[in-house]
């Protein structure tokens, strides 16, 4: 099996999401969401991450990360996705029972443009298409809610997009991604390519030597 290259280059946008093992259920209680919080705000104090979005549900996650520094991506990652398991594991006491992700985390670069947004608002409207909530905000465990119900300290995990958002923020976050968006989003986590315009993905592709074209046959999108 051909293993995708990892990019982890400093001022670059990544769209970053893993999966429970066994598509099992990561998050049953608000506990369970608001202990992955909690180590979201440490990991970003330890490394200086910018992150841009989120999205915790029941099975997976979704973050929109803006890393400063090679390497910081990784840094950030391994720490967040281990303390997890461990923390878990201690919570659940199934220590040494298995893993709790179904492998390491998948990371697609993403252009600075309105593909940043399109992203972006993806990962806030997950909620929504998967019926936990009707509207964006509504859903406890995002960064939607953040933007528009968060304290000031708690807008704190957040950092400013490079891409300034629409200023009609709560209508434009409640209003249905387009097909055409849905598609080609999807399409670049199946075939692990860089998300952006086909100028652009050819240019990433080049530069970091990225197989744009590995596609698992039968395997559905994991977003």
């Known amino acids: 099996m051909v293993r995708v290259a ?3 280059v400093g001022n670059h946008v990544y769209h970053v999401l893993n999966r429970a093992v066994g598509r099992l259920t990561i998050f049953n209680e608000n506990e369970d969401y608001r202990c992955f919080e909690d180590l979201l705000i440490e990991a970003k104090e330890m490394t200086d ?48 029972t298995g893993p709790l992700y179904q492998g390491r985390y998948k990371s697609f670069l ?5 593909h940043l947004l399109t992203v972006l608002k993806y990962i806030e409207r997950n909620p929504v298409r998967a019926r936990l909530a009707k509207r964006a905000e509504n859903w406890r465990w995002g960064s939607a809610r953040l933007r528009l119900h ?3 300290q708690q807008k704190r995990l957040l950092s400013e997009s490079p891409v300034a958002l629409p200023r009609s923020y709560r209508a434009w976050i409640n209003t249905p991604d387009s097909e055409k968006d849905l598609a080609t989003l999807r399409e670049s986590v199946n075939r692990g390519a860089p998300y952006g315009s086909a100028r652009w993905v050819e240019q990433m592709v080049d530069t970091y030597r990225l197989a744009s074209t590995i596609r698992k046959p039968g395997r559905p999108a994991e977003i």
Do not use: C, Q
């Open 110 to 114: 993403t252009k600075t443009d309105h």
């Open 150 to 152: 968060g304290t000031p």
């Open 6 to 8: 990892r990019v982890d």
């Open 49 to 96: 991450m910018r992150i841009l979005a989120y999205a915790l549900m029941p099975n997976h996650w979704h973050l929109l990360l803006y890393p400063e520094n090679d390497g910081d991506m990784s840094t950030f990652m391994h720490w967040l996705t281990n303390a997890h398991t461990r923390r878990v594991h201690a919570f659940t006491e199934t220590i040494g």
